[in-house]
């Protein structure tokens, strides 16, 4: 398994500083003239790889706008090339789950849609020009067009803006572009600049081994660099434990099957960084307000000065970064808890990659915070790392179905507690929700893709199953009383 490592470089100097941010203003250029080209679907989509426009560039003796060298426009071709493919891939990713829910469609169009979708160039290719088309999928014209409308509509729905450069803060080279050499028990590393056969020579902390393709990134709060690079992680051996179900929350990071919840704290710290976003967003909106307001009464000098010393922005990005970054240290604490304390030989859950508004706008702030794929990225690679496997389920009526006797209601659910209201089974909820999703690994009707819909008739007509074979005796160790 392959990870990205970070080495840190110290602080540089301005002379330094300047040429560094100098190669990523202009590399930040040059790969925002090729994610315009990649940006026509037709282009992209009709492109076999990257070195197809790097080798049409070099055969019109292309020299690069933004005065980068040869190897560094390259670099950033290659860079906005694989951007928009990740773009594809990920909507071919998101358009797979919608497909898998379409239950009017026939199996040969459900076939010829995921083998659109399996292959990002004819996604692009679908939306730029003429639909792909296989002589394997016997398809008529009018059900083949069904699926090609509909993919496109939902391309077009789901996409959001075309890919950009927000920021110049990073530029990528390979192994021709740097050197790592040791002087004097320090470690440097010496990187091409915007001057052919000239170097600038950063001192890095540590005693990190580098090698192949790197991406130098600025950190400018502290005035150094970081160099990410891509290693080999040693493989754990396969854990042994049972199987443990986990359900993520908000005041705390997890509830395994068994109750025991991992990060009790973490509640705490998004509501202090919810509130304190808000806060500082509705001082941010009356500042803004009075800079308006001064701007139209002919006041520049006053509504220049609060835009230039209350209106920016680099102490905010600093702030929800690090925000970002103790978040991200719980969640990686409470992971590396569970798997030492539970052992278990897969972790079963639903995918954490919540999105859409909450029941208070409050609670959307926290969720906003939790849920933009964090946890979901740390528990899917800690669990490989450390010899466990993360195992998808379908969450849906988790959290309202008794554990116990199987009845589904909302109002079995009050918060964080959980009664039935049929059977009295009382519970934390989470753990409830956990114990639901384990059960759901190996269930064969409710797949991951099962349509909400359909899975509360499937736990409806079970629970009615259970009654009528009960007649009068127990089911789960309970007598049913209705």
């Given at each position: ?134 002589d394997r999928i016997d398809l008529p014209l009018e059900k083949r067009q069904q699926v090609q409308n509909y993919l496109r509509r939902e391309v077009r729905r ?18 021709n572009m740097y050197t790592i050499y040791e002087e004097k028990g320090r470690l440097y590393i010496a990187i091409c600049t915007l001057i052919p056969r000239e ?284």
């Amino acid at each position: 398994m392959i990870r990205t490592i970070k080495a840190y470089s110290l602080a540089i100097n301005t002379t330094k500083w300047v040429i560094v941010d100098s190669i990523a203003q202009a590399y930040a250029s040059e790969k925002a003239d090729h994610l315009q080209t990649f940006g026509n679907d037709a282009i992209f989509g009709n492109a076999d790889r990257h070195e197809q426009f790097r080798d049409a560039l070099l055969d019109a003796n292309y020299i690069s706008p933004n005065n980068l060298q040869a190897r560094m426009w390259k670099m950033a071709l290659k860079d906005a090339y694989e951007t928009v493919l990740k773009n594809w891939a990920s909507l071919a990713v998101g358009l797979r789950s919608k497909v898998a829910r379409l239950e009017k469609w026939t199996a040969a169009q459900n076939h010829y849609a995921h083998w659109l979708l399996n292959d990002e160039k004819r996604l692009a290719r679908l939306v730029g020009e003429a639909a792909p088309i296989t002589d394997r999928i016997d398809l008529p014209l009018e059900k083949r067009q069904q699926v090609q409308n509909y993919l496109r509509r939902e391309v077009r729905r789901h996409r959001g803006k075309r890919a950009r450069v927000k920021f110049a803060r990073s530029f990528c080279l390979d192994a021709n572009m740097y050197t790592i050499y040791e002087e004097k028990g320090r470690l440097y590393i010496a990187i091409c600049t915007l001057i052919p056969r000239e170097r600038v020579k950063i001192p890095l902390t540590g005693k990190d081994i580098l090698s192949g393709n790197i991406r130098i990134v600025l950190d400018r709060d502290k005035r150094r660099i970081e160099v990410h690079y891509t290693a080999e992680v040693a493989r754990h051996d396969p854990l042994q434990g049972d199987s443990l179900g986990l359900d993520a929350g908000l005041t705390e990071v997890f509830t395994d099957d068994q109750g025991i919840k991992y990060g009790s704290e973490f509640g705490q710290t998004l509501e202090k960084q919810a509130d304190e976003i808000c806060d500082n967003g509705k001082k941010r909106n009356k500042l803004r307000d009075l800079e308006k307001k001064y701007r139209f009464q002919g006041k520049t000098k006053k509504a220049n000065h609060i835009r230039k010393f209350n209106l920016g922005t680099v102490k905010q990005q600093h702030k929800q970064r690090n925000m970002q970054i103790e978040i991200v240290r719980q969640v990686n604490t409470e992971i590396n808890h569970l798997l030492e304390s539970r052992q278990p030989e897969r972790i079963v859950s639903e995918k954490l990659n919540l999105r859409g508004q909450a029941q208070s706008k409050r609670m959307s702030r926290r969720v906003c915070s939790w849920a933009r794929g964090t946890v979901d990225e740390r528990l899917d690679f800690k669990a490989s790392a450390g010899g466990s496997s993360r195992k998808h389920v379908n969450p849906a009526y988790s959290s309202q179905m008794c554990s116990h006797c199987g009845y589904v209601d909302k109002k079995n659910r009050n918060g964080d507690t959980f009664q039935c209201r049929y059977c009295r089974h009382r519970d934390a909820a989470d753990t409830v929700a956990a114990r639901n999703l384990l059960a759901r690994l190996n269930d064969p009707d409710i797949t991951l893709f099962t349509p909400k819909e359909r899975v509360k008739i499937i736990l409806l007509d079970r629970f009615n199953a259970r009654l009528r074979e009960a007649s009068g005796r127990s089911v789960s160790g309970r007598t049913l009383e209705p």
